[in-house]
C-alpha cells in the first residue's frame, strides 16, 4: 500500500473544495474574494481566479448561474448526479438514497437546502475524505488510511465520474459568461487528473 | 441555496502548513465544512432498523418502536422491551405514519398578512425564516418587559411531554407571567377528584385486571380510548375469561361489546346507580371486613337496614362503645346516614332507566367479588356540571369492596426517578417577580371557580374559561400569547368563544406540526417537530403492575426545518432575548447541563438532549441506580427508549392514605378543609359556595359521595336528545382525521361509517321523529349547531344520541376538511356543548350536559 | 416477536431440555404464541392456515391497518377486513366482529377460473397472485365468493401524486414528500414486499390484487403482517399440515366455523369462541 503525499493530497482536497465553492450562487465576497486572490493564488485556484469578472458586473454573473444551475425554466447544466444516472428528470430515487447514506455513515449532516447529490455536496463530501485520509496518514492509522481512500474510489465510481464530464460539457456549452465556461473546462481538466489518480 | 458553515478543528501536524488558496482556503490542516456539518448525535440509521420512541396518540403513551429504511420510516410496532404495554400498540400508532409524511404539515415558519383576525379572515400565511419569526416574537416579549407588564404574557399548553416544563413553567415565569394554561381540564381533571379526595390520589389509576373477578367499566372503554388501550386490549381476551365484565354506557362501546352486563343509563345518572349500590353493598352484607372493618361485636345493630340510620354510638346495659369499627376507613355509618339508606336500587331504576333487577344483581356481583373487584371511573359520570361528586360516589365503591390498592384491584401508579429541571427562582428579576403574582387569567381560584386540586383551592387549571377571561380582559388583557400542540379552537366546547379570544390577542403565536383552526388566527406560527419521529422527551405511563418511563426520540430526520417545541423553540427564543438585553432565560438554560461530560448546551440541539438526560440521569446511570430496570449507561437507555419500574407493592397505602385522616375516606375530612379554606376566602358559606358552583348539597352532604341530578343545558321538551359525545378509538388526539386511513375506517367505531361522520339514533326515536339513515341532519343546542349524517343503530339509548368526536375540522388539511378555511367534514361535537364546568375540579362537562333537537337539512 | 426464528429456536430448546409441557404453557401466555408457519425459509410440503379468536379479538382495525402498511395497499382497498354487524333490540344488542382476509382456499374459485394462472397456488398452500401473468379480466372476483380480490381500475396512491401545497410556501405537497423521503409511490413504502408477487411492491392499473398470506414475510419466517401486529393476538397462524401446531391444536379443541363452507371452497382460515362470550341466568326457559 502507498500512502500519498502531504501535497498530493493538499492538492487533491483544495481543488475539490474550491470547485464546490464554485458552484454557490455567487454573491458578494464570492467574487471580490477571487478579485484579490488573483496574484496571490496558485494553480487551479488562480486559472479559476483570472476569469472572476470585476464585482459590478455581479449580477451578470447571479443570472447565468440562474440559467444554468437554477431555472426557472429549464436548468441548462442541471447540478444534479441523479439526472445524469437515472436518464430520466427525477429528483430523487436510489442513486440519491445512496449518497445520503455514503454522508450518513460519516456522521455528516446534510446543511445544504437542496438535494443530497447537488455537485456542490458531492464534491465537498469527496474533500471531506480526503481530509480524513489525511489525517489518518498524519496519525499513520494505516488502516484508516486505506479505509478512506477506497470510500473515495467507490465514491468516485459510483457517482462523479459517472456524470461530471457530461455535466462540465454542458456549462462550457451553455454558459455565456467567461467565468463559468472557464469553470466548466477548468473541472473538466481537474476531472480527467482525477481519472489518472484512480486509475493509478 | 442557504448554507449553514461549520468547522471543526483537525488535530494539526506540523508537517502540514495551511494551504496558499484563498478561497478554499484551509487546507487539510483544518476541516471546514459548508454543505455539510458534522454530527456527533448521528440520528439516521442503516438499512431497516427498529428504533425506539413514544406514541402520544392518546395519553396511553406506549412504548414504541419504528422501523426505519434509509432514514424513511415505514412500519410501527409495540416496544417489546415494555412492561406496561408489552410489545403491543393499538392501531392509533400505525396512523402516525399519515402523520409524520403528511402533505399538510407546516414545512417553514409564516406569518400572517391579513391584519384582520377572525373566522371569515384568511390569514394570508406567507412563510418566513426562523430568524425573522423569532425575532419578531422577541421583540414582543421585549416590550411586555420594557413596559412591566409581563403579566399579559400567556403560554397555552396542549399535548406535552415531560420536558414541557421548559416552555411552559420555566419561561413562563422567566418572563414573568401567572399564566401559563394547560389543557388539562378538558382531559379528565374531574375524574381524579373522586379518587383524590377518598383515597388522596390526584391521578388516574390502573387496573390489576389479570387478576380480578369483577370489572365494572363506568363510561370508560379501554378497548377503544384512554388509558393504556394497547396494553388492555392485549390482555382482555383473558380477561372476560376469569372476570364478569359490565359496562355503564348510553351507548354500546367497543368493551361493552364484549360484555357479560351492558348497563345504558341514562346520561347524568352515574351517581344515582353508584350510591344505590353501595347500598345493596351494604344491605347485603357484602363490604370487604378486612379492609372497611365491621360492627362491634357488643354492639346491638349488626346490619344495614333499608331506611334505617345507625347511631354511630351504642350503649347498652354492659358496655357502650363505637357501632361500627372501621379499619382502613372512615366515615362509614355517616355516609350510609346521610346518602345511602334510602337509595335502594327501586330508587336508582327511576333515576337510570335501568332495571332494579340489573342494578341489584351487578351491585351483588360486584360485591360477591370483593376484594377483586374494580370500578374503572372514566370521564363519563364526571366530566359534568356536578362531576365531581359522582366521581366520588364510583370511586367509593372500590373503598366498599377494598380493592384500592389491592390484589385484583384499582391501583396507583408506581414509583418513577425522573427528576426536575433546575430552579428558574435566581433567574426571575423584579419584573419577572412581580409579573408572576397576579391573578391567573382562567379566573381559578375565584368564588365561583374553587377548582380544588390536591385539596388546595384555586390550583386547578380551567382551560376552557380562559376564553372568557381574554375577552373580558379578567384580571387583565393578554396581549402575547403562545400555544403549543394545542387547539382550543377546536377542542373545547363552544369553540366559538375562543375564535373571539384568539382573535382578540394583538399577537398570538403557534407552535404545531399542521395549521389548525387555532392556528387560523395567529400571526406567527412556528413549524413544529412530529413528538414520534423527530423530538426528543420522555413521559410516564402505567399498567400491568409496572409504570415505565419511555423516551419520544429522533428516529427520522425532518424533511422540513422544524423544531422541538418544547426544547429547542425556547432555548431559540431565549439566544434572541438575549441579543436584545435579556438573557436571564439564556443563562437559566444553560444550567441544564449533560450529567455525562458536566458540557453547558450551546445550541438549541445540544440543549434538547442534554436536558432529557439531565431529567432521566436516576434512570440510565448506574451511579444512581434507584430501583427498577438497570442500564449501564445513556446510551443502552437511549437504545432501549423505555425503563420499567419495580412490581407494584400491594397494600402498602392502607391505613397510610394521603388523606386527612389517612384512611378511606367515605367522609371526606379532605374535602371539608378544602371547601372551608375556599369558603373563608370569601367569606361565605360552603352552602353559598356551592350554590354558586351549580351543586345541589346542602350542609354535610358536601362532603359526603352522593347522588346529584344531571344539569343539561335545555328542557327535554325543546330539545328531546341528550348528546352522547364519545372519543373515537383512532383519534390521535382529535389531530387524525387528516389521514385516509382515519376516514377509511372510521366504521371500526362500533356503528360508525367509514368516510363520513354520524350521529346514532335508536330507530325507535328515528321513527318517531320521520329520520332515516343516510339523512344529512342538523343537531342544535342552545349553544350551538352542527351538520353530520343520521345513522340508525340499536346500539343506543332512546332520548340519546350518540356521536363520536374527532370530525367537523374546518381548518386541518385537505382530508380533514371538505374545503380548508371554510368547510368542515362532518360535525365537532364541541360546537354543540355548551362551555360549563365541573367546577369543583375546574373540568371542563362533556357529558350529561346537552341537550339537541334535530333538523333535516 | 418480528423473528419466528427465535420462537422456534426457543421451543426447540425447551423441547430438548426435556420441560415440553412448560413450552406450550408459555406459548399460551407469551405473545409468541401467533403460532409459526415456518421454522427454515421452505414451505414444501405445509399448509399454511389461520385461526382467529373471535374472543381475543376486540375489532380495533389494527390487522386492516398493519395490512396496508405492509403490502403498500393503496386507499379503499383493503386486504384484511372487519366485517361488523349490530343484531338484537335495544337494550339486547350484539355486536360482532369478523375479521376477514383472503381464505387462501384448498379448493380455490379463483385460481380456476384464472385464464393465464395468474392466481395460482404457491409453496405451503398459498393463494398467491402473479401481477406480471394477470390481464385485468376480473375473472377471479366474480368467481371469489368472499369479495376479497380488488381490481386497479386507476392510478394507484392517485392521492400521493398531487402536487398542489394547502398553503403556498408553507406547506409542502404529497408528491414532494414521497420525492423527499425516496418513497416508491408512497412516503412510507415497504420495499420489501417486492420480492415475491411478481415484484410488484406496489400494484398498478389493470391488474387485481389481494391478501398473499404475506408470503414475503413468511417465507423468511416471519409472521404475516396482520399477525404481527394485532395488539390481542387474536389471529394465529401455522402449518395446518403439522398436527403439533399451535392451529392444528386449537382447531382440534375447539369447534371451529368458517366462512361459507358449504360452498365447499375449504377455506384455510379458521373462526374460534365468540366475540361475546358473555355469561346469562342459569335456565331452561318456557313455553
Redesign the interface.
Known amino acids: 500500500m502507498t500512502i500519498n503525499t502531504v501535497s498530493l493530497m493538499e492538492k487533491r482536497s483544495d481543488s475539490y473544495r474550491l470547485l464546490s465553492e464554485c458552484f454557490y450562487p455567487p454573491d458578494e465576497k464570492f467574487l471580490s474574494e477571487f478579485n484579490s486572490t488573483k496574484k496571490r493564488s496558485a494553480g487551479l485556484c488562480s486559472q479559476i481566479a483570472n476569469a472572476a469578472p470585476p464585482i459590478n458586473e455581479l449580477n451578470l454573473l447571479q443570472l447565468d448561474h440562474a440559467k444554468l444551475f437554477i431555472g426557472p425554466y429549464k436548468m441548462l447544466a442541471p447540478p444534479y448526479g441523479s439526472v445524469y444516472l437515472e436518464n430520466r428528470q427525477k429528483l430523487m430515487d436510489n442513486s440519491t438514497i445512496d449518497v445520503m447514506t455514503r454522508y450518513e455513515q460519516e456522521g455528516l449532516n446534510l446543511n445544504l437546502k437542496d438535494a443530497p447529490d447537488h455537485i456542490s455536496a458531492e464534491l465537498e463530501f469527496m474533500y471531506f475524505l480526503i481530509c480524513q485520509e489525511a489525517e489518518a496518514s498524519i496519525n499513520f492509522n494505516l488502516e484508516n488510511v486505506e479505509i478512506y481512500k477506497v470510500k473515495q474510489q467507490e465514491f468516485w465510481n459510483a457517482h462523479l465520474s459517472l456524470w461530471v464530464f457530461e455535466f462540465a460539457k454542458k456549462i462550457e456549452k451553455h454558459a455565456n459568461s467567461e467565468f463559468y465556461k472557464k469553470l466548466g473546462l477548468l473541472t473538466k481538466v481537474f476531472f480527467s487528473s482525477e481519472v489518472e489518480y484512480f486509475n493509478s | ?4 458553515e ?1 468547522q471543526t478543528n ?2 494539526r ?1 506540523g ?2 502548513k495551511a ?7 484551509l ?2 490542516a483544518s ?10 448525535d ?1 440520528i ?4 431497516g432498523e ?1 428504533r425506539s420512541t413514544t406514541c402520544q396518540g392518546c395519553t396511553s403513551w406506549c412504548s414504541v418502536q419504528v422501523h426505519v ?10 416496544n ?1 422491551d415494555s412492561k406496561v404495554n ?6 392509533r400508532s ?2 402516525s ?2 402523520q409524520v ?1 403528511d ?6 415558519p ?1 406569518k400572517r398578512t391579513n391584519p384582520k383576525k377572525g373566522r371569515n379572515e384568511d390569514p394570508g ?3 418566513i425564516s426562523w430568524d425573522e419569526a423569532l425575532n419578531t416574537i422577541a421583540d414582543k416579549i421585549m416590550d411586555l418587559r420594557n413596559n412591566n407588564e409581563t403579566h399579559k404574557y400567556l403560554l397555552m399548553r396542549g399535548r406535552y411531554s415531560y420536558m414541557r416544563d421548559i416552555i411552559y413553567d420555566r419561561m413562563t415565569k422567566i418572563i414573568g407571567s401567572p399564566n401559563n394554561i394547560s389543557h388539562s381540564a378538558i382531559c379528565a381533571e374531574a375524574e381524579k377528584f373522586g379518587p383524590f379526595y377518598t383515597e388522596g390520589l390526584w391521578d388516574y389509576r390502573q387496573y390489576d385486571v389479570l387478576n380480578s373477578n369483577y370489572v365494572l367499566l363506568w363510561g370508560a372503554d379501554p ?2 380510548a384512554n388509558r393504556q388501550v ?1 396494553y388492555y ?2 390482555v ?2 383473558d380477561v ?2 376469569r372476570a ?2 359490565a359496562v355503564v354506557d348510553p351507548r ?1 362501546s ?1 368493551s361493552a ?6 348497563m ?1 343509563i341514562k346520561p347524568g345518572q352515574d351517581g344515582a346507580l353508584a350510591v344505590a349500590m353501595a347500598h345493596v353493598i351494604l344491605t347485603e352484607g357484602l363490604w370487604y371486613k378486612d379492609f372497611v372493618g365491621n360492627f362491634d361485636e357488643n354492639s346491638p345493630i349488626k346490619n344495614f337496614e333499608k331506611g334505617k340510620p345507625i347511631p354511630e354510638e351504642f350503649a347498652t346495659a354492659d358496655t357502650k362503645g363505637t357501632t361500627f369499627n372501621e379499619k382502613y376507613t372512615s366515615g362509614l355509618i355517616k355516609w350510609w346516614n346521610l346518602e345511602l339508606k334510602d337509595k335502594t336500587p327501586e330508587w336508582a331504576a327511576r333515576k337510570t332507566g335501568l332495571s332494579a333487577e340489573q342494578i341489584k344483581k351487578v351491585a351483588i356481583g360486584f360485591g360477591k367479588a370483593a376484594p377483586h373487584a374494580i370500578c374503572w371511573m372514566g370521564g363519563g359520570p364526571a366530566m359534568q356540571v356536578r362531576g365531581s361528586y359522582a366521581s366520588m360516589a364510583v370511586h367509593a365503591l372500590n373503598g366498599l369492596v377494598g380493592s384500592v390498592d389491592n390484589v385484583g384491584g384499582t391501583l396507583k401508579a408506581n414509583k418513577e426517578y425522573t427528576g426536575k429541571f433546575p430552579s428558574p427562582d435566581d433567574f426571575m428579576d423584579e419584573i419577572a417577580k412581580a409579573g408572576k403574582k397576579h391573578k391567573k387569567i382562567d379566573n381559578r381560584g375565584t368564588a365561583a371557580f374553587p377548582s380544588l386540586k390536591k385539596g388546595k383551592p384555586g390550583s386547578g387549571v380551567v382551560t376552557n374559561n380562559a376564553a372568557d377571561g381574554i375577552l373580558s380582559e379578567n384580571p387583565n388583557e393578554i396581549k402575547v400569547a403562545i400555544g403549543y400542540m394545542n387547539n382550543f379552537a377546536f377542542s373545547c366546547p363552544q369553540p366559538e368563544r375562543w375564535e373571539k379570544a384568539l382573535s382578540k390577542i394583538p399577537f398570538l403565536v403557534d407552535i404545531t406540526t399542521h ?1 389548525s383552526e387555532s392556528t387560523w388566527f395567529a400571526d406567527i ?1 412556528l413549524p413544529s417537530t412530529h413528538h414520534m419521529f423527530e423530538k426528543w422527551g420522555y413521559v410516564k405511563s402505567h399498567a400491568n403492575g409496572y409504570r415505565h418511563v419511555t423516551l419520544l426520540e429522533p428516529v427520522i ?1 425532518p ?3 422544524v423544531k422541538m417545541d418544547e426544547t429547542e423553540v425556547p432555548w431559540l427564543l431565549a439566544e434572541k432575548l438575549a441579543q436584545k438585553g435579556f438573557d436571564n432565560l439564556l443563562n437559566h438554560y444553560k444550567t441544564y447541563k449533560d450529567p455525562e461530560t458536566g458540557k453547558a448546551p450551546t445550541n438549541e440541539k445540544e440543549f434538547a438532549l442534554y436536558s432529557l438526560k439531565y431529567a432521566t440521569q436516576k434512570l440510565w446511570d448506574p451511579a444512581q441506580y434507584q430501583a427498577g430496570d438497570r442500564f449501564s449507561g445513556w446510551q443502552e437507555f437511549a437504545k432501549k427508549g423505555v425503563w420499567n419500574s419495580a412490581p407494584y407493592p400491594y397494600k402498602k397505602r392502607w391505613g397510610n392514605m394521603k388523606t386527612k385522616t389517612h384512611q378511606f375516606e367515605f367522609y371526606s375530612e379532605t374535602l371539608k378543609v378544602a371547601l372551608e379554606k375556599h369558603a373563608d376566602k370569601y367569606s361565605t358559606s360552603v352552602d353559598d359556595i356551592l350554590d354558586m358552583c351549580k351543586y345541589q348539597a346542602k350542609g354535610e352532604m358536601a362532603f359526603i359521595p352522593h347522588y346529584e341530578e344531571p344539569f343539561f343545558w335545555g328542557k327535554e321538551g325543546a330539545f328531546p336528545f341528550a348528546l352522547v359525545d364519545y372519543k373515537s ?2 383519534n390521535r388526539e382529535g389531530r387524525s382525521a387528516n389521514c ?2 382515519y376516514q ?2 372510521k ?2 367505531d ?2 360508525d361509517e367509514a368516510y363520513s361522520d354520524v350521529a346514532k339514533f ?1 330507530p ?1 326515536d328515528a321513527k318517531k321523529i320521520g329520520i332515516n339513515n343516510g339523512d344529512k341532519i342538523k343537531l342544535i343546542s342552545k349553544t350551538g349547531s352542527l351538520e353530520c349524517t343520521a345513522k340508525l ?6 332520548g340519546t344520541i350518540a356521536k363520536c368526536y374527532g370530525q367537523g375540522h374546518w381548518a386541518y ?2 382530508i380533514a376538511s371538505k374545503v ?1 378555511g371554510k368547510a368542515p367534514r362532518g360535525g365537532n361535537n364541541n360546537d354543540v356543548i355548551p362551555a360549563d364546568y365541573d367546577r369543583l375540579s375546574g373540568a371542563t362537562a362533556f357529558y350529561g350536559t346537552a341537550r339537541v333537537k334535530v333538523q333535516k337539512i | 416477536m418480528e423473528d419466528l426464528k427465535l420462537t422456534t429456536s426457543r421451543r426447540n430448546f425447551l423441547k430438548s431440555s426435556g420441560i415440553g409441557i412448560i413450552a406450550t404453557t408459555v406459548a399460551s401466555v407469551a405473545p409468541e404464541a401467533k403460532g409459526s408457519p415456518s421454522s427454515n425459509n421452505s414451505l414444501k410440503g405445509k399448509n399454511i392456515g389461520m385461526v382467529i379468536d373471535l374472543q381475543r379479538c376486540t375489532g380495533c382495525g389494527g390487522c386492516v391497518i398493519g395490512c396496508k402498511i405492509e403490502n403498500n395497499v393503496q386507499e379503499g382497498f383493503q386486504w384484511a377486513r372487519n366485517v361488523s354487524k349490530t343484531t338484537g333490540k335495544f337494550p339486547n344488542v350484539a355486536h360482532e366482529i369478523v375479521p376477514t382476509l383472503c381464505n387462501h382456499c384448498e379448493n380455490a374459485p379463483c385460481v380456476k377460473i384464472c385464464p393465464t394462472k395468474a392466481m395460482h397456488k404457491g409453496d405451503g398452500g398459498i393463494t398467491k397472485h402473479n401481477s406480471q401473468a394477470c390481464i385485468g379480466c376480473k375473472a377471479c372476483i366474480g368467481a371469489c365468493p368472499y369479495k376479497v380480490i380488488s381490481y386497479n381500475d386507476r392510478e394507484v396512491h392517485s392521492f400521493w401524486n398531487n402536487d398542489n401545497p394547502l398553503i403556498n410556501g408553507c406547506t409542502s405537497s404529497a408528491k414532494t414528500i414521497v420525492n423527499k423521503t425516496g418513497g416508491t409511490k408512497v412516503p412510507y413504502y415497504n420495499s420489501s414486499k417486492e420480492g415475491t408477487s411478481g415484484g410488484a411492491g406496489v400494484r398498478y392499473k389493470g391488474i387485481v390484487e389481494k391478501c398473499t398470506f404475506c408470503d414475503h414475510r413468511i417465507k423468511d419466517g416471519k409472521l404475516p403482517a396482520c399477525v404481527n401486529v394485532c395488539p390481542a393476538n387474536a389471529r394465529i397462524v401455522g402449518d395446518l399440515n403439522d398436527p403439533k401446531s399451535e392451529v392444528s391444536m386449537l382447531i382440534s379443541k375447539y369447534r371451529p366455523t368458517r366462512l361459507k363452507e358449504h360452498l365447499g371452497t375449504k377455506p384455510k382460515v379458521f373462526y374460534i369462541k365468540d366475540n361475546n362470550p358473555g355469561s346469562y341466568k342459569n335456565t331452561k326457559g318456557k313455553i
Not at chain 2, 86 to 91: I, V
Not at chain 2, 257 to 262: I, P, S
Not at chain 2, 793 to 798: I, L, T
Request: hydrophobic content about 35%; glycine content about 8%; overall charge positive.
Open positions: 441555496m442557504e448554507t449553514d461549520t483537525v488535530k501536524r508537517i502540514l494551504s496558499a488558496i484563498a478561497v478554499a482556503g487546507g487539510i476541516l471546514k465544512l459548508k454543505a455539510f456539518s458534522k454530527s456527533d448521528k439516521t440509521t442503516p438499512t427498529w429504511e434509509n432514514g424513511r420510516a415505514t412500519k410501527v410496532r409495540g417489546p408489552l410489545g403491543s400498540c393499538c392501531p400505525h396512523f405514519l399519515q409524511y402533505p399538510d404539515r407546516l414545512k417553514s409564516m400565511y406567507v412563510p378497548l377503544a394497547s386490549n392485549s382482555w381476551g372476560i375469561d364478569t365484565v354500546l367497543s361489546a364484549k360484555a357479560d352486563e351492558w345504558p395549521a406560527v430526520k424533511l422540513w426545518d378509538r383512532l385516509s386511513w377509511e375506517l366504521d371500526t362500533p356503528g335508536n325507535l343503530w340499536e346500539g343506543v339509548r332512546p388539511g385537505k380548508y
